[in-house]
């Protein structure tokens, strides 16, 4: 079956700091895709980015930055030179291929100190 | 504004008794997922259904039922609430497959 991990279930760090946020997954699926979302404050769930099991290129847009690992099963998350803004629960997902069935960690909640 | 509206964004009832929650997926989406958040818990899957049929169903409860509409704008039916009901409900629209989805702000429910 499918699973997500996320490991850190709070971090916080001062301002301006680098962080890391971990993924690791399960799948017996050769194709499937991932994700990373971000619930603020405010509540409401934004996309960040998504994967396909095809594709170990690492992503940078801004200072947010993604590391997919096949051989670790990770796909982790990194802010760079953080801001109070990234204030933030983030989380990763999964689905396989099969079917459209998106499956969620249970989150790291993620404090940026000013 | 990720275009998915859903109704009501609170509400409070009691033990035992029956909601309904509506979601409007955004233009042109078919996807619509529910899918259940509270503390303990984190974001668990509910239910997916595409064009009006189920596609997909996790660990939804039996007192917990869902349909699509022609329109395509879904509904969540919980009865016999319990306490451990309480939760913000969201709904995600996608144009299909396993592509970004789009949440609505959540409905809050509070079971007394």
Do not use: M
């Not at chain 2, 239910?47 to 009006?52: E, F, K």
């Not at chain 2, 913000?88 to 409905?107: I, K, M, N, R, V």
């Amino acid at each position: 079956a499918q699973k997500v991990t996320q490991a850190q279930t709070e971090i916080s760090v001062v301002e301006k700091e680098d962080v890391t946020l971990d993924c690791v997954y399960e799948t017996r699926d050769t194709t499937y895709y991932l994700f990373w979302y971000k619930q603020p404050p405010s509540g409401e769930l934004v996309f960040l980015i998504r994967r396909n099991s095809f594709d170990e290129q690492n992503e940078i847009s801004g200072r947010y930055s993604w590391n997919f690992q096949k051989s670790t099963s990770s796909f982790n998350f990194t802010i760079t030179a953080s801001q109070v803004v990234d204030s933030a629960v983030y989380f990763c997902a999964l689905t396989e291929g099969r079917d459209d069935k998106i499956i969620f960690g249970k989150g790291t909640r993620l404090h940026i100190l000013p | 504004d990720s275009g998915v509206t859903q109704t009501p964004k609170h509400l409070i009832t009691a033990t035992g008794q029956r909601v309904t929650l509506r979601c409007s997926p955004r233009s042109g989406d078919l996807s619509v997922y529910w899918y259940q958040q509270s503390l303990d818990q984190g974001l668990q899957f509910l239910i997916q259904y595409y064009n009006g049929e189920e596609r997909a169903k996790g660990n939804i409860l039996e007192r917990f039922s869902a349909q699509q509409f022609p329109d395509l704008h879904s509904e969540l039916n919980l009865s016999s609430l319990e306490l451990g009901d309480s939760a913000l409900y969201f709904c995600a629209s996608t144009d299909g497959g396993p592509g970004e989805l789009f949440f609505g702000e959540g409905s809050r429910l509070t079971v007394l």
